[in-house]
């Protein structure tokens, strides 16, 4: 979504107390230190775009494994609540790009430069490392070293942004390259978002 997300926005206090139980939590689950949340992209398959829009051709959208799709970006957090999701950008842009055009890498990077925040979301080894976004070291490691820990830590962390993606397309086929959505675009992406929100309120009510 284009506008900051609503927990990024909360008051200073509630933020406090939501930054801290995640990262708690994180903490207790994965031994990782000061994480609220992971971010990952996923493809969700669309029908071909028109191959003469002015706004939207067809090639950008066309991924290596040879069907067209939309790149999101989720975040999610330890209880797998999603916190964000932006489902602007065709599978040519990777993931990196979309974080770093995001409003919630400006939002963190503002908050680091004039609160000084301790805390971060995590993201595998395609994304740029920053103080608020913690990668794993590239490259192998000797299993015993202090930096593959590190990473051991860190995917096992990351592992819910990928419990979250299974469930979104085992509930939602449509998302899937065999079902696909049969939509342009722009609205392919407003019903992406509907069904992570779908996701959200679901686990509300179960809970």
């Not at 978002?193 to 686990?203: A, E, H, R, V």
Request: hydrophobic share 40%; net charge positive.
């Amino acid at each position: 979504m284009a506008a900051v997300p609503g927990w990024l926005l909360m008051q200073n206090e509630e933020r406090r107390q939501r930054n801290k139980l995640q990262e708690a939590i994180f903490f207790f689950k994965y031994q990782f230190p000061h994480a609220i949340g992971a971010n990952d992209g996923t493809h969700v398959a669309i029908v071909t775009p028109q191959v003469n829009h002015p706004v939207h051709l067809a090639a950008p959208y066309l991924n290596r494994k040879g069907f067209y799709s939309i790149n999101v970006q989720i975040i999610v957090d330890a209880h797998l609540e999603i916190l964000n999701t932006n489902a602007r950008y065709p599978e040519s842009v990777y993931d990196s790009a979309i974080w770093m055009m995001s409003n919630v890498n400006r939002h963190l990077r503002n908050k680091y430069l004039n609160e000084n925040i301790d805390y971060h979301l995590i993201g595998d080894e395609g994304y740029p490392l920053s103080p608020w976004l913690m990668v794993q070291y590239p490259g192998q490691i000797n299993p015993i070293e202090p930096r593959e820990i590190f990473n051991q830590r860190l995917r096992r962390s990351r592992n819910c942004v990928e419990v979250l993606d299974g469930r979104l397309k085992r509930r939602f086929r449509c998302t899937l390259k065999d079902r696909t959505l049969h939509y342009n675009p722009i609205k392919a992406a407003k019903i992406i978002y509907y069904l992570f929100d779908s996701l959200n309120i679901s686990k509300f009510l179960n809970n």
